[in-house]
């Protein structure tokens, strides 16, 4: 199931990027023309984000985003990618959930990725195991899916972007949080 998810996911964020171009993916030459659009896709076990050329068949980058990324989604404006991200143990069916270490839950969240720089600006604090999210069609809310909690939460903190004082935040190069 986890693969199906990750192919679904991979298809819907590639179908997303469609019409993005960038000039920060690094590329073997400089007189290669860039691909029309590069694949998102977040790896679990190893807590990073894969970028796809999706023409030379080749990841072209891979960014470290923190614990258990899962859930991704582009913002409408196709400038940021969210991704949910998760303190907590992969256990599953037929784990033993006493012998797995203890939740970090300050990693749980929503992982906020620009595209054009490249890296992680930050984490939305969105309860605790997010599992899978959505974005409102404008942008401004999250509704994410929290795996622990069984509720559905409404955060509207998307908004910091268009704060003043987050933006200083993050043109001083805020650290990904890991």
């Known amino acids: 199931m986890p693969i199906l998810k990750t192919v679904a996911v991979s298809l819907a964020v590639a179908m997303t990027f469609t019409s993005c171009t960038h000039t920060n ?9 860039p691909p029309p659009y590069y694949v998102y896709v977040t790896n679990e ?3 990073d984000l894969s970028v796809i050329d999706p023409v030379a068949m080749e990841v072209v980058s891979t960014i470290p985003l923190g614990k258990r990324p899962r859930g991704i989604h582009a913002s409408p404006d196709r400038k940021t990618i969210y991704v949910a991200l998760s303190g ?21 969240g929503i992982g906020v990725f620009d595209v054009k720089q490249n890296r992680m600006l930050r ?56």
């Open 25 to 33: 993916i690094p590329s073997e030459s400089t007189a290669k023309t």
């Open 45 to 47: 076990t190893s807590g």
């Open 88 to 108: 907590s143990p992969i256990g599953g069916p037929g784990v033993d959930e006493s012998k797995l270490p203890p939740p970090d839950k300050s990693a749980d």
């Open 123 to 178: 984490l939305i604090q969105s309860g605790s195991d997010p599992e899978n999210f959505d974005l409102s069609k404008d942008g401004s809310q999250i509704f994410v899916s929290n795996e622990d909690d069984a509720n559905d939460r409404d955060k509207s903190e998307v908004n910091w972007l268009a704060d003043e004082e987050d933006e200083e935040y993050c043109e001083q190069g805020a650290p990904a949080h890991s």
